[in-house]
T-cell receptor, first 111, second 114 residues
Framework: RKEVEQDPGPFNVPEGATVAFNCTYSNSASQSFFWYRQDCRKEPKLLMSVYSSGNEDGRFTAQLNRASQYISLLIRDSKLSDSATYLCVVNKVGRDDKIIFGKGTRLHILP | DAGVIQSPRHEVTEMGQEVTLRCKPISGHDYLFWYRQTMMRGLELLIYFNNNVPIDDSGMPEDRFSAKMPNASFSTLKIQPSEPRDSAVYFC????????????FGSGTRLTVV
């Protein structure tokens, strides 16, 4: 099983719709989780951290399910500007902590 | 703060040539990371430094790759000799934490080896 796995998409969603995607991780001891956003030909940027209790930032909601080892990202009232690749990031717990990036889920918001 | 600064933005070189990528991290960040991104493999960690010391280079593909951080404000990633399969976008990132908080990426260097 891959350390961090995402559906590559693309998800083609009409503007204004709600879209959600998940990311699974293999290391049950992982402690830190994040969603990054990467625009075409740009660098990844932190979108939000994912907390155990779930967290919300405007139209974005992130959830963590430790039992099933996945995190999710929900985008409500999607905008054209939400079109990007969303990278799931999980820390790899071990002698040297480091974070592992998923390959990303591509999202296209359609006008 | 100017953020993480990488140079060059684009590099086209012939197979066999030496390539040097440069990175200036954010001042005060103790960690510096070099990543490579391709469509096939996604974003891969090549090496990271803590306080200028290389900590984990297990992601460096082979001996043709080397990285240095002579001081807190500068790092280089060198490929010698370069091969077409090295074509990718190389990102440098810096952070005050290795666990994922506060990562800031540079704009990347798009390397094409022909």
């Amino acid at each position: 099983r891959k350390e961090v796995e995402q559906d590559p998409g693309p998800f083609n969603v009409p503007e204004g719709a709600t879209v959600a995607f998940n990311c699974t991780y293999s290391n049950s001891a992982s402690q830190s989780f994040f969603w990054y956003r990467q625009d075409c030909r740009k660098e990844p940027k932190l979108l939000m951290s994912v907390y155990s209790s779930g967290n919300e930032d405007g139209r974005f909601t992130a959830q963590l399910n430790r039992a099933s080892q996945y995190i999710s990202l929900l985008i409500r009232d999607s905008k054209l500007s939400d079109s990007a690749t969303y990278l799931c990031v999980v820390n790899k717990v071990g002698r040297d902590d480091k974070i592992i990036f998923g390959k990303g889920t591509r999202l296209h918001i359609l006008p | 703060d100017a953020g993480v600064i990488q140079s060059p933005r684009h590099e086209v070189t012939e197979m066999g040539q030496e390539v040097t990528l440069r990175c200036k991290p954010i001042s005060g960040h103790d960690y510096l990371f070099w990543y490579r991104q391709t469509m096939m493999r996604g974003l891969e960690l090549l090496i990271y430094f803590n306080n200028n010391v290389p900590i984990d280079d297990s992601g460096m593909p082979e001996d043709r790759f080397s990285a240095k951080m002579p001081n807190a404000s500068f790092s280089t990633l060198k490929i010698q000799p370069s091969e077409p399969r090295d074509s990718a976008v190389y990102f440098c990132a810096s952070s005050w934490d290795r666990g994922g908080y506060g990562y800031t990426f540079g704009s990347g260097t798009r390397l094409t080896v022909v």
